[in-house]
């Protein structure tokens, strides 16, 4: 069974740009959650959709955004990068009826 | 909202030693959590759960405790081995009245374990 996905697995951009990072679950997981991972705030929770709909938004400016598709893989877009940033970008699915979350190998983002 | 405080941050055992890993939270809505572990570069990885209905859980050397009265969680590891260095997080989640999960963790600041051999 393949893991949860996530593309790129790097990213340089600059600041001002917008950026678009993917993830697919594992097959037949409806939720998805997304985390920021960064040295001095550790794992900060972004968003979580389920069903193409987003359910729960961690305390993150409107920069940030997402969806989910009908075949449950997700995006999210981080607009006007700031320096700050710059962090590991983590995925991780469920199946619903189960509580334990499978986190994928992260999109690293750094912003110059 | 939830708050999740991990200690220590960093924890130097011999092998063959116990190590644990202790957590507090806030919100007595959670009833789910989670511990992962994170090496160096790699993605964090479920290594045991448990829920608000249950005050321990086992897996082989890892075993989880929950006090909800103290709103207090912990992690034992026994007979750690070098493989066993990491970083460890905590977590905590509430669910709805339906025992399913928002997907919404709160995570501690995480535990860096050392095992030397």
């Known amino acids: 069974k393949a893991g949860v996905t996530q593309t790129p697995r790097y990213l340089i951009k600059t600041r001002g740009q917008q950026v678009t990072l993917s993830c697919s679950p594992i097959?037949?997981?409806?939720?998805v959650s997304w985390y920021q991972q960064t040295p001095g705030q550790g794992l900060q929770f972004l968003f979580e959709y389920f069903s193409e709909t987003q359910r729960n938004k961690g305390n993150f400016p409107g920069r940030f955004s997402g969806r989910q598709f009908s075949n449950s893989r997700s995006e999210m877009n981080v607009s006007t990068l700031e320096l700050g940033d710059s962090a590991l970008y983590l995925c991780?699915?469920?199946?619903?009826?189960?509580?334990?979350?499978?986190f994928g190998s992260g999109t690293r983002l750094t912003v110059v | 909202g939830e708050n999740v405080e991990q200690h220590p941050s960093t924890l130097s055992v011999q092998e063959g030693d116990s190590a644990v890993i202790k957590c507090t939270y806030s919100d007595s809505a959670s009833n789910y959590f989670p511990w992962y572990k994170q090496e160096l570069g790699k993605r964090p990885q479920l290594i045991i759960d448990?829920?608000?209905?249950?005050g321990e859980k086992k897996d082989q050397r890892i075993a989880v405790t929950l006090n909800k009265t103290a709103k207090h969680f912990s992690l034992h590891i026994t007979e750690t081995q070098p493989e066993d260095s990491a970083v460890y997080f905590c977590a905590a989640s509430p669910a709805n009245a339906g025992g399913t999960s928002y997907g919404k963790l709160t995570f501690g600041q995480g535990t860096i374990l050392t095992v030397h051999p």
């Open positions: 448990i829920r608000s209905n249950v």
């Open positions: 991780a699915s469920s199946l619903i009826e189960r509580y334990g979350y499978t």
């Open positions: 097959s037949g997981h409806r939720s």
